[in-house]
Structures are given as C-alpha cells and as structure tokens.
C-alpha cells in the first residue's frame, strides 16, 4: 500500500519534535527536530545549522507504508548523502537540485539511517562545480550538455561558459519563490527536460556521484555521532567534520582506478549496453567487442560503475522504462518490452525492486501528478 502526500516543501509531511527526545545523539538549541507522524512511521530527522550556507542533517526513521511525495522542485541546494543503512547501503550521493520536479518515493519497512552535508546559497554552486571538476572527460562532457539543457529550457538560449550557466541556474532558483512565472519554468522533471540521448548518457553522472563510504568516511561519521562538545565547540567542530566528510568524497572521485586503455574500454563497453539494450550482446561478446576479456570487463564495471556488467544493464532498462511511464500513455506489456523484458511479470518484479512500487501504480502516480499541475 502507498500513501501519497501532496505538499509544498518536503518537510510539510513532518511534525516539530523535541530536542528532549532520547533517540538524538546530542542536540543544541538552535538545532531543528522533526518526527515521523505516528501514522506515517516512526523516527526522527535532525538539522543542525553550521553557517548561513552549510548544515548538517541526522536521518533515522522507518515508514509503515510507501510514501510518494508530489512537490515542487526543490530549493537551490546541493547535498552528500552518506547512506548507513537503507537503500543503498554503505554509499554515499552526491544530489543537486535545480529547482526541477522528481517523482519521489520513500519505501516502506526499511530503516533508513543517513547523514546528510547540504550546501545552500553560494555554495551550492562551489561544491557543484567541485564535483563536476573530478569527473572522467567523457562524464564532464555530459554534465555540460545537462547543465546547458537546464539554462535552455531557463532562458531559450545557451551561453558559452559551463560555469556561467550553472551560477545562473543555481541563482535563478533561489528567486524561484519570488515570481509564479518563474516557479512554474522550474517545475520540468529531467525525463521531460533532457533528450532522449542526453537522457541516457547521464546515466553515468549519476554512478559518478555514487562512491562506496570508505572506512576512513565511516570513522568521520561515528566521530560526529559521538561528538563530546557542547555550543560554539560543537558547531566548530561539527563544521570541520561535515567539510573533511565531503573532501573524503571529492578525494574518492580522483583516485586513478583504471589505465586509460582500460577505461576507455569500459567506457565503450557501457556505451554498446546503452545502445544494444533491448537486445545485448553477452558478456564475453561485448568484451571482444571492446578490446578485453570477461574478465578485466567485469573488474572494470565494479571499479568505475561498483556493478556488474548485467548489472548496469538492468538498471539502465528501469531508467528507460521510468521514463516511458512517465511521458507516454504505453501499456506496462509495451513499455517491458520495449526495454527487453518478455514476461510483464518478470518486468514488473524488477521494477518493483528497482524502484520501489510496481509499473503500473507508478505510471497512474504519475498522471495523477500530470493532471494536477495541470489543473493548478
């Protein structure tokens, strides 16, 4: 059963909480504690503001049933989730928001455990720029055509610099709430936004901005759990931590992992399985294609994509298919076999697992979601 929530801010589905409350690990007055309502779930998430532009957030909660958020575009922010546990264990994401719409889902009877860095102001355009500088070329080259496809659909025009555009977005989104005009230019989701090519090809900017928590990030963690101050001593030491957490991050990026010959193997490889996805080659087809063998292929895709092969795959069909659901009207059988699945069945349960609902009650979300914008 999902429960769906049609709100302002993503915050609204919360209630004030106590800094009282036991389950924190240390609180401070200017501390903000929000708690699941007792019907929505049980848990708590706790904001801990560092400086005007950088806070630091504690998430712990477990929701009785699937919520499926129907919001605006967020505010002009940019955040490294650490992931405890939940899905995704044990990775931590970098998240950009432009202002632009997600379907969003939070799913049920799955603790989830995270601590959250968000940049906001200024900054968000800093540490978005910082990320796309530790991108591979090939990945950097996608992150402009998405950047420039934002400022387009902003201003009906491009701009030869990347980081002019970005700084405008990033600005255009913090004046969102000033104008209706411009809030609604905001409200485009990224399947409508982005081309069917660049679509696909930003698959790789959002592995990018997945990396595995390390045990020295683990260690940074547990020290801002546990920490010992109290007031000034707490913020300062708090902010040092939050700061050395997204620098562990950014250091992860640059790491060489793979030769260039090898990368560019895997690069081509990924390339073919985006092309070839509804009918693909076998592994060991696809690594002759490319210049290796079944196994070096599979070193690399866990190495720069922390996945199979199959894997990679897989998940590139459920973004296809997220995508068809959510722009067309196509029948669940047309969309799995558009995407290389024979069996509805067999699609649906990936989907499911994947994204967290099944197909069809996804793309009747969806047009609800539709219908209402429409109507506001």
């Given at each position: 059963m999902a429960t769906r929530l049609v709100i302002n801010h993503w915050e609204d589905w919360l209630e004030s909480g106590s800094l009282s409350d036991t389950r924190l690990h240390h609180s401070e007055e200017s501390d903000r504690i929000l708690v699941c309502p007792s019907e929505l779930g049980q848990g708590y998430m706790q904001e801990i503001p560092l400086r005007d532009d950088l806070s630091l957030c504690i998430h712990d909660y477990t929701l009785h049933d699937d919520l499926?958020?129907?919001?605006?575009?967020?505010?002009?922010?940019?955040?490294?989730?650490?992931?405890?546990?939940?899905?995704?264990?044990?990775?931590?994401?970098?998240?950009?928001?432009?202002?632009?719409?997600?379907?969003?889902l939070k799913e049920a009877r799955t603790k989830v455990f995270k601590v959250k860095v968000a940049f906001k102001h200024s900054a968000s355009t800093t540490y978005c720029q910082a990320f796309m500088e530790c991108l591979t070329p090939q990945t950097y080259s996608i992150g402009e055509q998405v950047i420039q496809a934002i400022y387009r659909y902003q201003e009906g025009h491009s701009l030869s610099s990347t980081a002019v555009m970005l700084t405008h977005v990033m600005q255009r989104v913090m004046s969102a709430g000033q104008s209706q005009?411009?809030?609604?230019?905001?409200?485009?989701?990224?399947e409508e936004l982005l081309n069917?090519?660049?679509?696909?090809?930003?698959?790789?900017?959002?592995?990018?901005?997945r990396?595995?928590?390390?045990?020295?990030m683990q260690q940074v963690i547990g020290e801002i759990l546990s920490c010992p101050y109290q007031r000034q001593n707490r913020r300062t030491y708090l902010k040092e931590k939050?700061?050395?957490?997204?620098?562990?991050?950014?250091?992860s990026m640059l790491h060489p992992r793979l030769s260039d010959y090898d990368f560019s193997c895997i690069h081509r490889a990924a390339t073919i399985l985006r092309q070839q996805f509804a009918n693909p080659p076998t592994v060991e087809a696809l690594a002759r294609q490319v210049g290796t063998n079944r196994l070096k292929l599979n070193q690399g895709f866990h190495q720069v994509y922390s996945i199979t092969p199959f894997n990679y795959l897989r998940q590139?069909?459920?973004?296809?298919?997220?995508?068809?659901?959510?722009?067309?009207?196509?029948?669940?059988?047309?969309?799995?076999?558009?995407?290389?699945?024979?069996?509805?069945?067999?699609?649906?349960?990936?989907?499911?697992?994947?994204?967290?609902?099944n197909p069809k009650t996804f793309q009747m979300e969806i047009s609800q979601m539709r219908r209402l914008g429409c109507a506001s």
């Open positions: 499926i958020f129907d919001l605006p575009g967020e505010q002009n922010q940019v955040e490294f989730d650490f992931i405890v546990t939940g899905h995704n264990t044990g990775y931590v994401f970098f998240v950009p928001y432009f202002g632009l719409k997600k379907f969003h005009n411009t809030l609604s230019k905001l409200h485009a989701t990224f069917e090519t660049l679509y696909s090809a930003a698959i790789d900017i959002g592995y990018a901005a990396r595995p928590i390390t045990p020295v939050a700061l050395h957490l997204v620098a562990l991050y950014l250091e590139y069909r459920m973004g296809q298919a997220q995508r068809l659901l959510m722009l067309s009207d196509v029948s669940v059988v047309d969309v799995a076999a558009a995407v290389g699945y024979r069996h509805r069945s067999r699609f649906a349960q990936t989907f499911r697992k994947y994204v967290g609902i």
